[in-house]
């Protein structure tokens, strides 16, 4: 049986798979089984040399977000990846705005990618941005960074301060990582998250 049939079959369906999960097999070899299981319905082609085993509903094919085949090529290519700007600020709840152009920062290489017909750019950052050992802080830092800090205030303070409480229980760990962000970020996170431990008892007790 064809190899690359053989192991599109053994996948569950809603499964990535890129052009190069198939070692040892000669490219054109596995683009042209690819390519025929498309046409076949088997495979959807969500960008250049990336395919979905497509999970079918009522409603239609569910599809990953782009987050979830971002991290899968950044996992591929042993690489680190983050939301940045407004992608950043979207994911995290604290803009209603979504982005023409999905935006993440990554530890490997730059590029341009055409994710199901939606555009998404990842630049190369420095190792800093990638340091903090709690995501959920870099990824802040990011939003952060994107939104006119002399608007840091109602109802955008609100939704710092409801994920700050959400991740209250690493308080300690993202006070460690306040020093990989910009001095005005430290000074604006620093007293919100000190205060998390009396926010959260007060919360319970509600």
């Known amino acids: 049986m064809c190899?690359?049939?053989n192991k599109v079959d053994r996948c569950r369906r809603g499964t990535i798979l890129f052009q190069d999960s198939f070692s040892g097999l000669s490219r054109?070899?596995?683009n042209n089984v690819l390519g025929e299981l498309v046409r076949e319905g088997g495979l959807v082609r969500m960008a250049q040399g990336i395919y979905l085993k497509p999970k079918r509903t009522r409603f239609g094919?569910?599809?990953p977000s782009q987050?979830?085949?971002?991290?899968l090529i950044a996992q591929r290519?042993?690489?680190q990846v983050l939301p940045s700007g407004e992608t950043a600020l979207n994911l995290l709840g604290l803009s209603e705005q979504v982005p023409m152009t999905s935006t993440y920062v990554t530890s490997g290489s730059a590029r341009n990618l055409n994710i199901n017909g939606k555009i998404v750019k990842l630049t190369t950052s420095v190792p800093k941005t990638f340091a903090p050992k709690n995501e959920f802080m870099a990824s802040l830092f990011l939003a952060l960074k994107a939104w006119d800090k002399n608007e840091l205030d109602g109802e955008f303070e609100n939704n710092v301060m409801?994920?700050?409480l959400h991740h209250a229980d690493k308080k300690q760990s993202m006070l460690d990582d306040l020093q990989y962000?910009?001095?005005w970020i430290q000074d604006y996170l620093k007293p919100k998250i000190e205060t998390l431990r009396q926010s959260k008892q007060d919360e319970n007790m509600a």
């Open 28 to 30: 054109k070899y596995v």
């Open 67 to 71: 987050t979830e085949i971002v991290r």
């Open 181 to 183: 962000a910009p001095v």
């Open 162 to 164: 409801r994920l700050l």
């Open 61 to 63: 094919i569910v599809y």
């Open 3 to 5: 190899q690359v049939r």
């Open 77 to 79: 290519d042993k690489a």
